[in-house]
């Protein structure tokens, strides 16, 4: 039996988290203003859900706030996430908040305050658009830990410098390390001797900025690439 | 806010949120000649403010940064958040204290459970509840003792 997990608020959002949650063996509490929202949530029979106000201390407190492992705060305005984790971890000593955030200029903001983990949905989605729309299949980046590190997925063709190589010959920045490849439905976790294939797709974890020398040294040429 | 541009930290105060307290408050320290700016979401709740008003107002939300820096506050000394939502005035004070470094922060607050959020960083607090029991309570007092001289 794994931890316990409080979400507050949120609609779609918390009955989808709860049912991954769930499944993975979490036990998971829901804070709903909404009664109608109860209601349907309350459906899951393995979900204890809790009818009221997240932001009030003693709604906190019915819900066990003291026990949990992660409250996760998913209402729709910033100042009711923010009130959430910082009465679970000032009052009720909660390891890890996590808030979801509309604004994405008070990012840094709620780092400062003492929350865990920031998720902004605008940033994140207009991210992706963004790579969608205007990146070509040269590599994807997913920034983590406030873009200090980049996790990258990097098809290889059968022109570029890294195909048959072993890992080993390839001179990767000491900060770049090819964490899997994915091999047509497999997935590997490289050595230094295992042999990286064209139509193979490495993922890197690059940290410090050093994404791009990683990528000229699989892809070779210019810098085609870019951020 | 030329007037205000040639002093580092200019003196004067901004109120967030225009309601009956918001504006009471500034009309009251417009009077006594003080800066005032008050910020409010609706530009209808400016006419609470009194025809002899001096300060400058603003319209727009009190929780976007833009806003914020639109009413300079980073040169303010002193924010008082009085909204008609707690969680809304705790966002507005931890920002001017903690990302503004305003000196003097001050902050309504209907329910006084949540004051532990603010006692840590240097909030001060105004509970409308609290000092409505107290005066109740001193009210209560009084006769008694008028019993107790007589």
Redesign the interface.
């Known amino acids: 039996m794994k931890g316990n997990v409080l979400l507050v608020g949120g609609r779609s959002k918390a009955k989808s988290l709860a049912q991954s949650l769930l499944k993975k063996g979490y036990r998971v509490t829901v804070i709903n203003k909404d009664l109608l929202d109860c209601e349907k949530l309350a459906e899951n029979e393995k979900l204890t859900v809790i009818h009221g106000d997240g932001?009030?201390?003693?709604v906190l407190e019915d819900a066990g706030a003291g026990n949990m492992e992660i409250v996760i705060a998913l209402t729709p305005?910033?100042?009711?996430n923010?009130?959430i984790c910082?009465?679970c971890k000032?009052?009720f000593r909660v390891p890890k908040t996590l808030s979801l955030l509309s604004?994405p200029?008070?990012t840094d903001?709620f780092y400062?305050?003492g929350v865990d983990s920031v998720v902004c949905a605008i940033s994140a989605v207009t991210s992706i658009i963004e790579q969608q729309a205007f990146m070509e299949e040269m590599a994807k980046a997913i920034p983590i830990g406030e873009g200090r590190v980049q996790l990258l997925e990097v098809p290889i063709t059968e022109t570029d410098p890294a195909a048959q190589k072993q890992v080993w010959e390839i001179a990767l920045p000491k900060e770049v390390i090819i964490g899997c490849i994915l091999r047509r439905d497999q997935t590997l976790i490289p050595r230094g001797d295992t042999r990286i294939l064209a139509g193979d797709i490495l993922v890197l974890i690059a940290g410090n900025e050093q994404e791009e020398i990683a990528i000229l040294e699989l892809k070779g040429g210019e810098a085609k690439w870019r951020k | 806010m030329s007037i205000l541009k040639n002093k580092k930290q200019a003196d004067y105060t901004i109120i967030v949120g225009c309601g009956r307290l918001g504006a009471n408050l500034a009309n009251t320290l417009s009077e006594e000649g003080e800066n005032v700016l008050i910020l409010d979401k609706e530009k209808e709740a400016f006419r609470k403010l009194s025809p002899s008003f001096g300060g400058l107002t603003v319209e727009g939300d009190g929780?976007?940064?833009?806003v914020l820096k639109k009413a300079d506050i980073s040169r303010a000394n002193a924010v008082i958040a009085v909204t008609n939502?707690?969680?809304?005035n705790?966002?507005i004070a931890?920002?001017a204290k903690?990302?503004y470094s305003v000196g003097r922060v001050i902050s309504r607050l209907y329910?006084p459970?949540?004051e532990?959020?603010y006692r840590?960083l240097g909030i001060d607090t105004i509970c409308p509840a609290v000092l409505s029991a107290n005066e109740i309570d001193k009210l209560l007092e009084k006769p008694a003792r008028t019993k107790e001289a007589v």
């Open positions: 932001t009030k201390p003693y305005r910033d100042e009711d923010l009130v910082e009465l000032k009052k604004d200029q008070k903001f400062k305050m | 929780t976007d940064l833009d939502n707690d969680n809304t705790i966002l931890q920002l903690e990302w329910d459970e949540r532990c959020v840590e």
